[in-house]
C-alpha cells in the first residue's frame, strides 16, 4: 500500500504486508522522503491477528481520509521507492532510520530478480529539503550537514509552504533553457581566440573582488576555461587517450554496494560480537564525520574504542578522525601501532601508503606499479566496498596532485562519476579540477611571455 500523492508530495508512506499460513499478517511500515532523506521512519509488527492489521490501517495509516488516500500498489513499485531512496539519500550522507535494520526483511532481496523501475530522487538529480514549520531542529540540522558535505548551490532547500510556487518557478525556468537558441562552437585554434582566452584566463589570479562576489560562478568560468586550455592547448589527444586506458587499468575492479561489509569490520580475526551491531555503531560514527561534528564524534569512538576492544573498524575510525584533526604525528605513530597488531587489514595498508606519502612527498613516483593496483592487494578479491575505494583514490590522489598529473587526477574522479553516479559531491570534483590551475596560471605566463 502507499498513498496515492507520492509523487507529487515526495514522500511515501508504505506499507509491507506478508500473510502467514495461520491467516496472520507480519508488516512493516516505512516513510519515505524520496527528495532527500531516504527511509525516515520505519517498524514492524510480527504475527499480527488480520483484525489488528485491519485497525492499523483504518486508524493509522488512512487516519487523513479522503484527503490523502492510501492505495494497493504492485510490490516492484514499492520495493523500487524504498531502495532507490535509501541509496540516493547515502550518497550525501544520511542514512535509514535505525528500525530498517530489521524492517527491511519483510522486503525481496534488492537483486536483478525486482525489475527496476525509472523513478526520480531528489529533484533534478539534487537534495531537495522541504522544511517543516514544526520541525525547525531537524530543518538546521540538514542545512548544516549539506552545506558542509555539498556547499549551498548544489541542493534545494525550501519551505513547506512555498512548494508550490518553487515547483511554477522551476518549470519557467526550465521553458526559458529550452527555447534558448545553442550557441556554435568556437575555433579555440583561431591564434586569437587562444591568444584572448590566455590573457582572459590570467586575470583570474588576485581577482578577490570576483572571487568574493560571486564565488561560485567565478570558479565555474575559470574551471571551464581552465579545461579548454589544459585539453586543448597542452595535452594531445594520444595523452589523452592514454589517461583514460590508464584509469581504466587500474579500476578494473567492481565495488559493492554495502559500505562495511563483514571484512571491512572484522577483518578475517573471530569475535564474540554481532556484525550488525559493530556496524550500527560505525555507520553512526561515520555519520558524525561526515555532518563533521567532531566532539561528538570523538566522544562516541572513545566509548566504541572501549566496548569493542580490538575491532578494526574503531580502529580505523580513530585514524580517520586524526586525519580529520590535522594531526599528523599522532596519526604517523598510531597507524604503525595498528598495523603492527592486525597486518591483513587492508585499510591499515593503505593509511600507512597515505603516511608515506604525506612524509616523503620528493620520493613519489609518477607511475603507479601494478603492485598497488587495488585488485592485486588481495588476488582472491575482485570486489571493493565503498569505504575501501575511497580510501585508495586518497592515496592515489596524493599521488597525481604532489606528481602534477591533473589529467590522471581529473579522469579518476570521472571515471568514478561514469561508474557509480553520485559517489562523490559535485564540491569534491570541483576541488581536484582547481588543483591545476596554479600549473595552468604558470603556463599562461610563459606562453605570454613567448607569444608577446
Not at 147 to 164: A, C, M, N, P, V
Not at 194 to 215: A, D, R, V
Request: charge should be negative.
Amino acid at each position: 500500500m502507499i498513498n496515492k500523492n507520492w509523487q507529487e508530495w515526495g514522500m511515501a508512506v508504505i506499507v509491507v504486508s506478508r500473510i502467514h499460513s495461520n491467516k496472520n499478517i507480519t508488516y512493516a511500515m516505512f516513510v519515505v522522503d524520496l527528495y532527500c532523506l531516504g527511509v525516515k521512519d520505519s517498524f514492524w509488527k510480527f504475527n499480527q491477528h488480520p483484525l489488528d492489521f485491519k485497525t492499523f490501517i483504518e486508524k493509522k495509516i488512512r487516519r487523513s481520509g479522503d484527503e490523502v488516500p492510501i492505495i494497493e500498489t504492485n510490490y516492484p513499485l514499492v520495493h523500487n521507492i524504498i531502495f532507490g531512496a535509501v541509496e540516493f539519500a547515502e550518497n550525501f550522507g544520511f542514512y535509514p532510520h535505525k528500525d530498517f535494520e530489521l524492517s527491511k526483511y519483510i522486503l525481496d532481496e534488492d537483486d536483478e530478480k525486482i525489475d527496476l523501475l525509472d523513478i526520480e530522487f531528489g529533484y533534478k538529480s539534487k537534495p531537495f529539503f522541504i522544511s517543516n514549520p514544526d520541525n525547525s531542529a531537524e530543518a538546521q540540522r540538514v542545512m548544516a550537514h549539506l552545506d558542509k558535505r555539498l556547499g549551498r548551490e548544489h541542493y534545494y532547500f525550501i519551505k513547506e509552504e512555498d512548494l508550490d510556487d518553487f515547483k511554477a518557478e522551476q518549470e519557467s525556468l526550465d521553458e526559458q533553457m529550452n527555447s534558448t537558441p545553442v550557441v556554435e562552437d568556437v575555433d579555440y585554434y583561431d591564434p586569437e581566440v587562444k591568444k584572448q582566452l590566455i590573457t582572459g584566463f590570467l586575470s583570474y589570479e588576485g581577482n578577490s573582488k570576483k572571487m568574493t562576489e560571486t564565488p561560485y560562478l567565478f570558479m565555474d568560468q575559470a574551471l571551464a576555461e581552465a579545461d579548454i586550455i589544459y585539453y586543448t592547448y597542452i595535452l594531445t589527444a594520444e595523452d589523452i587517450q592514454k589517461t583514460i586506458d590508464t584509469i581504466s587499468d587500474i579500476f578494473d575492479f567492481e565495488m559493492t554496494t554495502e559500505r562495511l561489509p563483514d571484512e571491512m569490520i572484522m577483518g578475517i580475526t573471530s569475535s564474540k560480537y554481532e556484525p550488525s551491531e559493530i556496524r550500527a555503531e560505525a555507520m553512526r560514527i561515520i555519520a558524525l564525520a561526515e555532518c563533521e561534528d567532531i566532539k561528538k564524534m570523538q566522544k562516541d569512538l572513545d566509548v566504541a574504542l572501549k566496548k569493542f576492544p580490538g575491532i578494526p573498524v574503531f580502529q580505523y575510525l580513530h585514524l580517520r578522525l586524526l586525519q580529520i584533526k590535522g594531526s599528523d604525528k599522532a596519526f604517523h605513530h598510531q597507524v604503525r601501532a595498528y598495523l603492527d597488531n592486525n597486518p591483513s587489514y587492508y585499510p591499515f595498508k593503505i593509511l600507512k601508503v597515505i603516511d608515506f606519502l604525506t612524509y616523503n612527498p620528493e620520493k613519489i613516483p609518477r607511475s603507479i606499479s601494478k603492485d598497488f593496483y587495488l585488485r592485486n592487494f588481495f588476488e582472491a578479491r575482485d570486489a571493493f566496498c565503498p569505504e575501501e575505494v575511497l580510501l585508495y583514490i586518497q592515496a592515489l590522489t596524493m599521488n597525481y596532485a604532489i606528481t602534477g598529473q591533473y589529467a590522471l587526477l581529473e579522469q579518476m574522479y570521472l571515471y568514478m562519476e561514469d561508474t557509480y553516479p553520485g559517489f562523490f559531491p559535485d564540491e569534491k570534483t570541483r576541488s581536484m579540477k582547481a588543483l591545476k590551475i596554479p600549473y595552468l596560471l604558470d603556463w599562461c605566463k610563459e606562453w605570454i611571455k613567448n607569444n608577446s
